[in-house]
T-cell receptor
Framework: KQEVTQIPAALSVPEGENLVLNCSFT??????LQWFRQDPGKGLTSLLL?????REQTSGRLNASLDKSSGRSTLYIAASQPGDSATYLC?????????????FGGGTRVLVKP | DAGVIQSPRHEVTEMGQEVTLRCKPI?????LFWYRQTMMRGLELLIY????????DSGMPEDRFSAKMPNASFSTLKIQPSEPRDSAVYFC??????????FGSGTRLTVV
């Protein structure tokens, strides 16, 4: 059974500092990995999707790396801003019969202080 | 496209009542997922459908929970009878085969 862990559970940084969020998973036979953002009381917004054959994806200030063999992914957010405050969730996709089943980590709650 | 649409946004009901949550996936998406989110357990996959067929319902907690997808544009999650421990935010998500997910805004269910 796939298990996804995110450490730390919460993170507080001053504005401008770079953020590093970690995700680990137990079964390396993944199809893809996604990073989501969730604002309080809202749904999840997909940030980056990394296919199992890829090592990283970038979008603006966000960069996500994937090391499938060691079961790790890292989300980097450069030059953090107060608007980056949210919970960030990592989700691992496994092909099951038909469809892409996602298993989520517990999330990292980020607070960027002005 | 308006995204994944869930209704109602909030539901407050008394213990023992039937609750029905609704979801309209993105047009053209062929996979639909129901999740439950609580502080204690995080996001849990309850059930998912592919081409309107239930593929994996191993996450459905009890027989009180049931889900249907009568067509490609509509799905329901029903709880009968509801209990206070069912209080949570229920999310619906859809995807096109193995391409990334789109989540709805969720239904916040409170059972008193």
């Amino acid at each position: 059974k796939q298990e996804v862990t995110q450490i730390p559970a919460a993170l507080s940084v001053p504005e401008g500092e770079n953020l590093v969020l970690n995700c680990s998973f137990t079964d390396s036979a993944i199809y893809n990995l996604q990073w989501f953002r969730q604002d309080p009381g809202k749904g999840l917004t997909s940030l980056l999707l990394i296919q199992s054959s890829q090592r990283e994806q970038t979008s603006g200030r966000l960069n996500a790396s994937l090391d499938k063999s060691s079961g790790r992914s890292t989300l980097y957010i450069a030059a953090s801003q107060p608007g980056d405050s949210a919970t960030y969730l990592c989700a691992v996709g496994m092909i099951k019969a038909a469809g892409n089943k996602l298993t989520f980590g517990g999330g990292t709650r980020v607070l960027v202080k002005p | 496209d308006a995204g994944v649409i869930q209704s109602p946004r909030h539901e407050v009901t008394e213990m023992g009542q039937e609750v029905t949550l609704r979801c309209k996936p993105i047009s053209g998406h062929n996979s639909l997922f129901w999740y439950r989110q609580t502080m204690m357990r995080g996001l849990e996959l309850l059930i998912y459908f592919n081409n309107n067929v239930p593929i994996d319902d191993s996450g459905m907690p009890e027989d009180r929970f049931s889900a249907k997808m009568p067509n490609a544009s509509f799905s329901t999650l029903k709880i009968q009878p509801s209990e206070p421990r069912d209080s949570a935010v229920y999310f619906c998500a859809s995807s096109l085969r193995f391409v990334g997910y789109t989540f709805g805004s969720g239904t916040r269910l409170t059972v008193v």
